[in-house]
């Protein structure tokens, strides 16, 4: 049982270059969702999808797009990256069907824009 | 929206100590309220949560206390250990119109000082 996990680690991309980050998890869970870690902020929602075939805005989509391909896979992409985008991208996933409500993370993604 | 602020931004205390973290919020619609512990390059982690029928909760040296009047929440760990070091990020959950919505306070630093 691995959890969630989210390929790559570390990404360098050129500004406007494009790029898809992959989160996969295997615990049956309805609910993902995708962050963004800033240095001294908290994570801040960028997209979430409540079950397969749905996805939302969080606090800042602007810039990004998602798609939850299955239950399983919910993927990021930056069409066209920016400096500003530069900083940890984090996966999560939570089951609202049982009592556990808790939500994992995946080990991050550290993406630097040039 | 909703918006979550936490207090302190950093905390130290010696080892054996107490150490209390608040945070805020402004949605009074919001029902859940999970505590994450996160160490430098680790993802993070659950270590409790409260929902909003609840008052407090108690995990061995790690308590949470909500006032839904007040709207705040608070973190408390007692006899500090130098691994309770890390950051600590309050969240606070509502239902939206699809799927539930995660809001994250900026975070705590505690350095527990041997």
């Known amino acids: 049982n691995a959890g969630v996990t989210q390929t790559p680690k570390f990404q360098v991309l050129k500004t406007g270059q494009s790029m898809t980050l992959q989160c996969a998890q295997d615990?049956?869970?309805?609910?993902m969702y995708w962050y963004r870690q800033d240095p001294g902020m908290g994570l801040r929602l960028i997209y979430y999808s409540a079950s397969e075939g749905t996805t939302d805005k969080g606090e800042v989509p602007n810039g990004y797009n998602v798609s939850r391909l299955n239950k399983r896979e919910f993927s990021l992409r930056l069409e066209s990256a920016a400096p500003s985008q530069t900083s940890v991208y984090f996966c999560?996933?939570?089951?609202?069907?049982?009592?556990?409500?808790?939500?994992?993370f995946g080990p991050g993604t550290r993406l630097l824009v040039l | 929206g909703e918006n979550v602020e936490q207090h302190p931004s950093t905390l130290s205390v010696q080892e054996g100590d107490s150490a209390v973290i608040k945070c805020t919020y402004s949605d009074s619609a919001s029902n859940y309220f999970p505590w994450y512990k996160q160490e430098l390059g680790k993802r993070p982690q659950l270590i409790i949560d409260?929902?909003?029928?609840?008052g407090e909760k108690k995990d061995q040296r790690i308590a949470v206390t909500l006032n839904k009047t007040a709207k705040h929440f608070s973190l408390h760990i007692t006899e500090t250990q130098p691994e309770d070091s890390a950051v600590y990020f309050c969240a606070a959950s509502s239902w939206a119109l699809r799927g539930q919505n995660f809001v994250f306070g900026p975070g705590t630093r505690l350095s527990v000082l041997p």
């Open positions: 999560a996933s939570r089951d609202l069907t049982g009592v556990q409500e808790t939500q994992y």
């Open positions: 615990m049956n869970h309805n609910s």
């Open positions: 409260i929902r909003s029928n609840v």
